[in-house]
C-alpha cells in the first residue's frame, strides 16, 4: 500500500543517514560501479516503481518551505514573502482542524460574535440605542 499525504519522520532513520549511512554510501560508491548515479534504478524495478509513487503522493514537511523545493513554482521561489505566506497556510489549517475537531465551542463562540456585532450596531455614536425598522 503507497502513503498519501505528509511524511512523518523518522528521528532514527534520520540518524542512522547521517552517520552509517554516509560511510556505506560512500563505501559503496568505491566498489560497485554506477552506485548513485542516475538512472540505475532499472536494476531493482519493483523498488524503482514504489519510490517513484511514494515521492509523488507524500510531502516531506521539511522541504515544504524551503527555497529550492520542488512543490514551488519558479517564480514563487524568488520572493521573500512566500515563506511568510507557508507558514500563514499552516496557521489557517490548524485553526480549520481545530475548529472542525472542537465545534461546540467554535459555535459558542460564533454566536457570541454575532451577539455583539447586533449590540453594537444597536448603539450609535453617542451611546444612545436606535431602534431598528
Known amino acids: 500500500m503507497v502513503k498519501v499525504g505528509i ?16 560511510a556505506t554510501r560512500s563505501f ?11 538512472g540505475m534504478g ?3 524495478p519493483k523498488r524503482k516503481i514504489y519510490n517513484q509513487i511514494y515521492s509523488r503522493t ?18 514563487s521561489a524568488s520572493s521573500s514573502s512566500t515563506h511568510v505566506w507557508g507558514w ?12 472542525v475537531v472542537y465545534w461546540e465551542v467554535t459555535l459558542t ?5 454575532g451577539l455583539m456585532v447586533y449590540f453594537l450596531k444597536k448603539v450609535n455614536h453617542y ?5 431598528f425598522t
Do not use: C, E, Q
Open 28 to 38: 559503496k560508491r568505491a566498489i560497485i560501479p554506477g552506485y548513485g548515479k542516475r
Open 7 to 22: 511524511r512523518r519522520r523518522s528521528f532514527k532513520g534520520s540518524f542512522s543517514a547521517m552517520t552509517k549511512g554516509r
Open 88 to 99: 500563514g497556510m499552516v496557521l489557517v489549517f490548524l485553526l480549520v482542524g481545530l475548529a
Open 58 to 75: 507524500t510531502v516531506d514537511p521539511r522541504k515544504l518551505f524551503s527555497k529550492n523545493s520542488p512543490h514551488r513554482s519558479i517564480t
Open 109 to 113: 463562540l460564533i454566536l457570541i460574535l
Open 42 to 44: 532499472w536494476l531493482h
Open 127 to 131: 451611546g444612545k440605542i436606535t431602534k
